[in-house]
C-alpha cells in the first residue's frame, strides 16, 4: 500500500524479524531508506509474550499492518524461528496471500528455514538494498497501479487468529 507523505506516495515494507537481531537489521532499514526514499518501512517485533493477555491486540496491529504492506520481509538468523512472533507474521502474510521475502543475516543460512520460506511460496533475496529494492520494485510493478489492499482491508482492530498453535495452547480468558 502506499502512504502519502507530503506530496509523494510511499511504499510500505513490514520487516519482522527476532528481538535480539534489531541491531543487525536497523542498519540495513537504514540503508534500503536512504537509497529509496519512495519507502516506508515498519517494524513487527515485540518482546511481549506471545500468550500474554494483550496479545490478541498485539495479533490484530500486526495483521492489519501485514495487509496495508507492499511486502512482508523477514530478516533470519540463528534464533528468529524460536520467535512466536515471527512466525505469526509469517502465517498472517501467508493467510492473505501477501507477498514474503526471506533475508539470512548470517553467512550461512539454516536450509530448514529456506524450505520454510520455499512452502510459503516466499521469495529469497540477499539483505543487501539494492537487491530488495530492485525484487519490491517487481512486485510494485506488478500491482499495475492497485493498492495493495481494498477498502475492505482497513479494518478497525479486533482480535484475530491463526492456526500457528493450537487452541488448546492458548490460555482461556480471564474471568471477569
Do not use: K
Not at 515498519?42 to 495483521?63: G, K, N, V, W
Not at 506488478?142 to 482497513?154: K, L, N, T
Amino acid at each position: 500500500m502506499t502512504v502519502t507523505a507530503g506530496s509523494s506516495q510511499r511504499s510500505r515494507l513490514l520487516f519482522t524479524f527476532a528481538e535480539g537481531d534489531f541491531a543487525v537489521v536497523r542498519p540495513i532499514a537504514e540503508q534500503l531508506r536512504r537509497e529509496n526514499s519512495d519507502l516506508f518501512v515498519d517494524f513487527s517485533t515485540t518482546s511481549e509474550p506471545f500468550l500474554a493477555p494483550q496479545s490478541e491486540y498485539i495479533r490484530a496491529s500486526i495483521a492489519v499492518r501485514v495487509r496495508r504492506s507492499l511486502a512482508t520481509v523477514c530478516l533470519f538468523g540463528p534464533d528468529t524461528f524460536a520467535d512466536d512472533w515471527v512466525l505469526w507474521t509469517l502465517e498472517a502474510a501467508h493467510s492473505f496471500a501477501r507477498p514474503i521475502v526471506g533475508c539470512p543475516i548470517t553467512a550461512s543460512p539454516d536450509p530448514d528455514a529456506q524450505d520454510l520460506f520455499l512452502s510459503l511460496g516466499a521469495a529469497l533475496v540477499a539483505p543487501r538494498p539494492e537487491l530488495l529494492d530492485r525484487y519490491l520494485a517487481g512486485i510494485d510493478a506488478e500491482r499495475d497501479g492497485r493498492p495493495a489492499v481494498g477498502e475492505e482491508a482497513a479494518v478497525s482492530l479486533r482480535p484475530t487468529s491463526f492456526p500457528v498453535r493450537p487452541r488448546a495452547a492458548r490460555p482461556a480468558p480471564a474471568a471477569q
